[in-house]
Nanobody
Framework: QVQLVESGGGLVQAGGSLRVSCAAS????????MGWFRQAPGKEREFVSA????????VYADSVKGRFTISRDNAKNTVSLQMNSLKPEDTAVYYC????????????????WGQGTQVTVSS
């Protein structure tokens, strides 16, 4: 029921930083756990990070832990993913998602998805 639109993707050199954001409409994200997933060509969509409805708890995939930071601003109805020390392996379409409960890393547990934003990391 919530509509999500990602933005902020682009081309960045390895070692650089990028911040992708997700704007929600139709519903407040206050009652949703929010997550970021990514999908590269020829690969399955994979979990990147998630944050609970208050923003006090976060979880990250091992591949991005220490480099990425997820945050949310319920007043602005947005969620962001700050990506630092980017690697070519991070190249993918990044998707914002909303789910009813925090804790899941499964695509099937998130009912609302954005269109995705392309992130390309060059070497």
């Amino acid at each position: 029921q919530v509509q999500l639109v990602e933005s902020g993707g682009g081309l960045v050199q390895a070692g650089g930083s990028l911040r992708v954001s997700c704007a929600a409409s139709g519903r407040s994200i206050r009652s949703y756990a929010m997550g970021w997933f990514r999908q590269a060509p020829g690969k399955e969509r994979e979990f990147v990070s998630a944050i609970n409805w208050r923003g006090g708890s976060t979880v990250y995939a091992d591949s991005v832990k220490g480099r990425f930071t997820i945050s949310r601003d319920n007043a602005k109805n947005t969620v962001s993913l700050q990506m630092n020390s980017l690697k070519p392996e991070d190249t993918a379409v990044y998707y914002c998602a909303a789910g009813p409960a925090y804790g899941s890393k499964n695509v099937a547990d998130f009912g609302s998805w954005g269109q995705g934003t392309q992130v390309t990391v060059s070497s």
